[in-house]
């Protein structure tokens, strides 16, 4: 039986010793694409940097490709092949679009694999090679969000969490940024993606997770959710 890629075991994190999220548990499996949603203040953000190392959980445990990695710091966590692409897009506003892309492989010693890997990205983001040369800040911001994940996968990550990557874009923008997070899954990079747009993320997503006040209160097959009447009057409006 195939074991989870990732797995977090009654996970409490918060900050300055102050609990925001409350026995967390959920598993990701290698290939999936797993969705945690939620209205903003829900604690998904916590619990994404709790699994990335940015802050260490205050109880339970987090084990990745069955490694406990709840003590890990970030850097030793993307060395594992975790990739974290935080909200708020977070470019490095004044570097060229090639150089944010360039630092995102800084793990990589082989000149040929990061030529290689940044051949890639281009062309998963043809926007972005014809704005190679311009820096960041003049990106719009779709085209921020684009840079943001193609340097997370710079990495050539094993796991890659997306962090609520609709904030502030137009929604025909958001529709495209979910069918690149969907073209980048089928590539097979297992994704973890929080976001508050419920129904947007849950139509793409194999399962998910529904986090309110810091508690998973449900979680089941994307169909499962979407069909789930207490979940559309919630967050769907229906």
Same mark, same amino acid.
């Not at 990106?139 to 990495?155: H, K, V, Y």
């Not at 690149?180 to 997503?205: D, S």
């Given at each position: 039986?195939?074991?989870?890629?990732?797995?977090?075991? &009654?996970?409490?994190?918060?900050?300055?010793?102050?609990?925001?999220?409350?026995?967390?548990?959920?598993?990701?499996?290698?290939?999936?694409?797993?969705?945690?949603?939620?209205?903003?203040?829900?604690?998904?953000?916590?619990?994404?940097?709790?699994?990335?190392?940015?802050?260490?959980?205050?109880?339970?445990?987090?084990?990745?490709?069955?490694?406990?990695?709840?003590?890990?710091?970030?850097?030793?966590?993307?060395?594992?092949?975790?990739?974290?692409?935080?909200?708020?897009?977070?470019?490095?506003?004044?570097?060229?679009?090639?150089?944010?892309?360039?630092?995102?492989?800084?793990?990589?010693?082989? &000149?040929?694999?990061?030529?290689?890997?940044?051949?890639?990205?281009?062309?998963?983001?043809?926007?972005?090679?014809?704005? +190679?040369?311009?820096? +960041?800040?003049?990106?719009?911001?779709?085209?921020?969000?684009?840079? +943001?994940?193609?340097?997370?996968?710079?990495?050539?990550?094993?796991?890659?969490?997306? &962090?609520?990557?609709?904030?502030?874009?137009?929604?025909?923008?958001?529709?495209?940024?979910?069918?690149?997070i969907v073209a980048i899954n089928r590539r097979g990079v297992t994704v973890l993606l929080v976001e508050q747009m419920v129904q947007e993320a849950l139509e793409m997503a194999h399962r998910g997770y529904v986090l309110q006040s810091g508690r998973v209160v449900q979680s089941g097959s994307a169909q499962e959710l979407l069909d789930s009447e207490e979940i559309r009057r919630a967050y769907m409006g229906m």
């Amino acid at each position: 039986m195939t074991e989870p890629i990732l797995r977090l075991t &009654d996970v409490h994190a918060g900050y300055d010793g102050v609990p925001v999220v409350f026995g967390v548990s959920l598993e990701v499996m290698p290939g999936e694409l797993v969705a945690v949603v939620g209205a903003n203040g829900a604690g998904k953000t916590t619990t994404m940097r709790s699994i990335v190392g940015l802050n260490n959980p205050l109880q339970g445990t987090i084990h990745f490709e069955g490694r406990d990695i709840s003590r890990l710091r970030a850097h030793q966590a993307l060395a594992l092949g975790i990739s974290y692409v935080p909200e708020g897009r977070r470019v490095f506003a004044k570097l060229s679009v090639e150089k944010n892309l360039l630092l995102g492989a800084y793990t990589e010693k082989s &000149d040929a694999e990061i030529k290689g890997r940044l051949d890639e990205m281009l062309s998963l983001f043809p926007v972005l090679r014809q704005r +190679a040369r311009q820096t +960041a800040e003049t990106l719009s911001g779709g085209e921020q969000q684009m840079l +943001a994940i193609a340097r997370g996968l710079m990495s050539r990550p094993k796991l890659l969490l997306l &962090d609520e990557m609709s904030l502030g874009l137009m929604p025909a923008l958001v529709e495209k940024m979910m069918e690149t997070i969907v073209a980048i899954n089928r590539r097979g990079v297992t994704v973890l993606l929080v976001e508050q747009m419920v129904q947007e993320a849950l139509e793409m997503a194999h399962r998910g997770y529904v986090l309110q006040s810091g508690r998973v209160v449900q979680s089941g097959s994307a169909q499962e959710l979407l069909d789930s009447e207490e979940i559309r009057r919630a967050y769907m409006g229906m």
